[in-house]
């Protein structure tokens, strides 16, 4: 038996375990002449290396932890330092753990010895074969990952800024726009005018017909710009929203002054009215 252990490596898992607070979990191990190491063991047949490791958390420290991935890969071959005198290789996992510090309660595997320490910390420490290692390919584990958090919200932003611009010319063409078109209304104001006082023998005129339809040119430009005119009725009762009331006492309509407009369901000027 004693010439297999030497002839074939045995493989252990292990696990890096994480708390809330970004800090990681060492204890000193006997096997390792009480340098600091992870909770692990060997794999046993027919188990997987997850589910070694979950027992190994139970086992040797009485605790349940969310196995995220693995991180590491390595191999101490009869070192010197260990106790078992094995050729064993390591494949150790990621854990995070949520549950109370002081509930993690270590077996006889350790010296019942452990600290919580933030991993960049850990690497001053005496460490047991290949913990260094497991220790740094995690740090840069966390900076990918907080690199790529970085990028992710650098990008939300970015989209954020798009979408920002977008609205931002969208909100600058409807407010040009809308100076264009109040500046149009007086004059489609003025057309109504005119026409309202041309005699009825003079409305075949040539001249008159080309007013009218300059008129429509216009009226057809703020319907192009969903411009609508307010409708308005003699009788109506007045209403503050979309009349504005500049002669008269009263709460009905009594004649129309000035056409009123909306666009997209908001007045944009309110018809003037004569209420009685």
């Avoid at 009725?233 to 407009?261: C, M, R, S, T, W």
Wanted: with cysteine.
């Amino acid at each position: 038996m004693q010439k297999d252990e030497k002839k074939y490596p045995k493989v252990s898992v292990g696990g890096l375990i994480i708390n809330k607070n970004g800090k990681t979990f060492l204890a000193k191990g006997k096997r390792w002449g009480n340098k600091y190491t992870i909770i692990g063991g060997k794999v046993e047949a027919g188990e997987s290396l997850r589910d070694t490791l979950a027992r190994e958390m139970k086992e040797e420290a009485g605790i349940k932890v969310k196995i995220e991935k693995e991180i590491s890969c390595g191999e101490a071959i009869y070192h010197p330092e260990d106790k078992k005198n094995k050729h064993a290789i390591f494949v150790d996992y990621l854990c995070f753990y949520d549950g109370g510090d002081d509930d993690i309660k270590t077996n006889e595997e350790f010296t019942n010895e452990f600290i919580w320490i933030d991993p960049i910390e850990a690497l001053k420490l005496d460490l047991a074969p290949d913990v260094e290692n497991v220790i740094k390919k995690y740090l840069d584990y966390r900076d990918n990952a907080h690199a790529l958090d970085s990028w992710k919200r650098c990008q939300a932003d970015f989209e954020n800024y798009k979408k920002d611009q977008v609205r931002h010319q969208e909100e600058f063409r409807k407010y040009a726009k809308m100076d264009v078109i109040e500046q149009i209304l007086p004059v489609v104001d003025n057309f109504e005018a005119s026409l309202a006082h041309v005699p009825d023998d003079k409305k075949a005129n040539k001249w008159v017909e080309g007013i009218v339809y300059i008129k429509r040119q216009l009226e057809d430009v703020l319907k192009n710009n969903d411009i609508e005119e307010i409708e308005v009725k003699i009788g109506d009762k007045f209403n503050p929203e979309i009349h504005e009331a500049v002669a008269g006492k009263g709460e009905k309509v009594k004649k129309v002054l000035q056409k009123g407009y909306r666009v997209n369901g908001r007045v944009i000027r309110a018809a003037k009215v004569e209420v009685g």
